[in-house]
């Protein structure tokens, strides 16, 4: 081990482009990492690291291997990028980048061991042997690798009970082994270990981020308030930071907060594409995914249409490196017409997209044709809807997903509802309503587009079961607190079932957050009102 450890605490400011020729100081926040690295590869080392911390692989990377060059010989420089190629949120891994960003600093594991200064560096180093399953000509498959990180994470943070960024990280490496979805028992261990370190230290990005993601769903999110009101001041820097407090926002309804978040982030974002000459980023498309949400939540339709079509020009930017831009051209015509209920704007605007079918994977496919079938159902275009659920149901094919299958069944259900069958509808639909409310609780936007019990609500009510359509509205609401089209449903299946209280308090809570909403859509509010009036007084 070559050199004695040194401890470096940082505060980071920087300059992030906002314009052509203006910089603006910006943080990434603050920790202490001891390390032996020289003292002028501590800066970068220490920006990545933060970096690292927010999400932020790219520029963390970059960063890293500017200590490098700095210092060739810093093993914590290598651990660092080895660490950006390891998404555990995302569940996405790039084993061989890892292994040659290790191999840079020495050819095998036992050698790169050796280059560490400290048996702390060591161990930091020996974690992602097990992550990365280095020496192994048949490694773990990576599910596997995954929980035996969190076993050799666990075992580094024990050793050194101090070291706050080994707390953070393990903490992480927890909620990377939630391979078959959300649980909480995994994600609360993960928010039990990262309130401490955040106690310990308000200004750590990993401490507020890890714990926005702990608690991250409608249960648990006002929890995340605390972590969420500070993580995008501590991080400003970080497009990522500034729209992870949505997460919180969104899961409790809070509209106008997460579009805020998502403006900042999508600015962000676009100042780092420009000032580089790229295309967006994936951070961005997403920032531009959940603004649109929360417009459409909020009422503005027109300005959702018109984020819409702003990522339409970035998605068809010849420049555009991230595979969230072929999301984006499939899944957002469909998001904005469910909301919207302009179901004759579809075509055209999957149209405008460009979206090249015979190029989608299963899950762009069966959406796509399943946007277009709803639409068409929607307008009883029944023939052309039975021709986009064939397409549907071929490319859905032996897929396992069950949010494909239960848009396929959405599809069958309304069909069969628009041509009269109503019990082989309400199957389809009850079905598919068992699929999505047997998933982990989503977070974000919904996918699919149309929540299950949304639709088998709006079924229920226009068969003239309104009791039975309240549950299913109250049923979408607990898994989308605030969620427009099912409160609308909600305050009219409750007029009608007699329960004047409950369509009270869903209209008030939609007058609430459409106060800026379009003209046209405070008007529908107004004949909610009247009609939930006539409903009740027809109901008794």
Not at 316 to 345: L, N
Not at 351 to 367: P, W, Y
């Amino acid at each position: 081990m070559r050199r004695l450890a040194r401890s470096a605490a940082l505060f980071l400011a920087f300059g992030l482009l906002a314009g052509p020729a203006l910089a603006q100081p910006a943080e990434y926040g603050t920790t202490e990492f001891a390390n032996s690295g020289a003292e002028a590869a501590q800066e970068p080392f220490l920006r990545g690291l933060l970096m690292l911390h927010s999400f932020e692989y790219d520029d963390a990377r970059a960063a890293f291997q500017e200590a490098q060059a700095i210092d060739p010989d810093f093993a914590m420089a290598h651990w660092g990028e080895a660490m950006t190629h390891n998404h555990p949120i995302w569940m996405e891994q790039d084993r061989k980048a890892a292994l040659q960003a290790l191999r840079d600093l020495a050819p095998t594991p036992d050698a790169q061991l050796d280059a560490a200064a400290t048996e702390r560096e060591a161990a930091y180093l020996r974690t992602l042997h097990v992550l990365y399953g280095a020496g192994n000509e048949a490694p773990m498959d990576k599910e596997a690798r995954d929980d035996a990180y969190e076993d050799a994470m666990a075992d580094l943070a024990a050793q050194y009970p101090d070291d706050l960024d080994a707390q953070a990280f393990h903490a992480l490496s927890i909620l990377g082994t939630a391979h078959e979805g959300r649980d909480f028992a995994t994600y609360m261990r993960a928010a039990s270990i990262v309130e401490e370190v955040f106690d310990a230290n308000p200004q750590h990005p990993g401490a507020a981020h890890y714990l926005i993601h702990a608690y991250d769903d409608p249960v648990h999110a006002p929890l995340g308030l605390r972590p969420a009101r500070v993580y995008a001041d501590i991080a400003p820097a970080a497009p990522h930071a500034l729209h992870m407090p949505s997460h919180i926002f969104f899961a409790l309804g809070q509209w106008a907060r997460g579009a805020s978040s998502n403006v900042d982030s999508y600015r962000a974002a676009k100042n780092k594409s420009t000032a580089a000459d790229e295309g967006l980023s994936g951070g961005g498309f997403h920032a531009l995914h959940w603004l649109h949400y929360a417009r459409l939540q909020q009422g503005r339709h027109a300005d959702a249409r018109a984020i819409l079509d702003t990522t339409r020009t970035h998605a068809t930017d010849s420049r555009v490196q991230t595979g969230y831009a072929d999301y984006m051209r499939w899944y957002m015509p469909v998001a904005y017409v469910v909301e919207t209920e302009h179901w004759d704007r579809y075509d055209a605007l999957a149209e405008a997209m460009a979206v090249d079918a015979a190029a989608l994977d299963a899950r762009g496919a069966v959406t796509l044709h399943a946007g277009r079938g709803l639409a068409a159902a929607q307008q009883g275009t029944l023939s052309a809807a039975r021709s986009a659920l064939e397409k549907a149901q071929s490319a859905l094919g032996e897929d396992p997903s069950e949010a494909l299958r239960i848009q396929v069944l959405e599809l069958e259900g309304l069909i069969a509802l628009k041509a009269g069958d109503d019990e082989q509808a309400l199957s389809h639909l009850k079905e598919a309503t068992a699929l999505e409310t047997d998933r982990p609780l989503n977070f974000g936007p919904p996918f699919p587009a149309k929540p299950a019990p949304e639709l088998y609500g709006e079924a229920l009510l226009a068969l003239d079961r309104p009791a039975d359509a309240l549950t299913q509205f109250e049923t979408t609401l607990e898994r989308y607190p605030a969620r427009a089209r099912s409160l609308w449903g909600k305050a009219r299946a409750a007029a009608r079932a007699d329960r004047p209280e409950a369509a009270q308090a869903a209209r008030s809570a939609l007058a609430s957050q459409w106060q800026g909403a379009d003209a046209s859509v405070r008007r529908q509010l107004q004949s909610l009102a009247g009609s939930a009036e006539a409903e009740t007084a027809q109901s008794r």
